[in-house]
T-cell receptor, first 113, second 113 residues
Framework: GNSVTQMEGPVTLSEEAFLTINCTYT??????LFWYVQYPGEGLQLLLK?????DKGSNKGFEATYRKETTSFHLEKGSVQVSDSAVYFC????????????FGKGTLLTVNP | ETGVTQSPTHLIKTRGQQVTLRCSSQ?????VSWYQQALGQGPQFIFQ???????GRGNFPPRFSGLQFPNYSSELNVNALELDDSALYLC????????????FGQGTRLTVV
């Protein structure tokens, strides 16, 4: 079955530091890949997505590239802010549909001023 | 701003009882999915409803059931509650068409004692 593995947290950074959160996946077919963010006390928000190999998703300074050869979708940001503190989830669905998102366990990011 | 609302926000139930959680979809969305998020884990897919019928189910027992109404709102019912059912229950609404974004509500925190 499908699965998502992301680096365990928590991750603690200083403001303006570079962020990488690793995500690898196992899936049949051609999954779509997502990063969701969950701020304290809130639901999940879609951060970015990529639907085919070599696509780059980007939003709010965050980027992730769909790497089929390494089955990876690592999240990066060049300069984090305190407001980026949240839990980040890597997820996938089969073939571009929104049916049955499969999530990783989440990575807690704390950014200190 | 998602427009997906869930009620109640918090709930405490006793083992063996039954519970109903409610979700109001974002305007224009015809598909609702439910997820269970245990503490420190990623959300796990329970089931999805489209046109008032179950359109797919994750690895959850039959005591987890749902409904979708003509206005696309939805209910999640859990019978014979167990301690392990304690979790955040998330509702996500979307269009059925592939590639569209799923919008999540803030969730209902269920505690079973």
């Amino acid at each position: 079955g499908n699965s998502v593995t992301q680096m365990e947290g928590p991750v603690t950074l200083s403001e303006e530091a570079f962020l990488t959160i690793n995500c690898t996946y196992t899936a049949t077919g051609y999954p779509s890949l997502f990063w969701y963010v969950q701020y304290p006390g809130e639901g999940l928000q879609l951060l970015l997505k990529a639907t085919k190999a070599d696509d780059k998703g980007s939003n709010k300074g965050f980027e992730a590239t769909y790497r089929k050869e390494t089955t990876s979708f690592h999240l990066e940001k060049g300069s984090v802010q305190v407001s980026d503190s949240a839990v980040y989830f890597c997820a996938l669905t089969e073939g571009g549909s929104n049916y049955k998102l499969t999530f990783g366990k989440g990575t807690l990011l704390t950014v200190n001023p | 701003e998602t427009g997906v609302t869930q009620s109640p926000t918090h709930l405490i139930k006793t083992r063996g009882q039954q519970v109903t959680l409610r979700c109001s979809s974002q305007s224009g969305h015809n598909t609702v999915s439910w997820y269970q998020q245990a503490l420190g884990q990623g959300p796990q897919f329970i089931f999805q409803y489209y046109r008032e019928e179950e359109n797919g189910r994750g690895n959850f027992p039959p005591r987890f059931s749902g409904l979708q109404f003509p206005n696309y709102s939805s209910e999640l019912n859990v019978n014979a509650l167990e301690l392990d059912d304690s979790a955040l229950y998330l509702c996500a609404s979307s269009l059925f068409e592939r590639g569209t974004e799923a919008f999540f509500g803030q969730g209902t925190r269920l505690t079973v004692v």
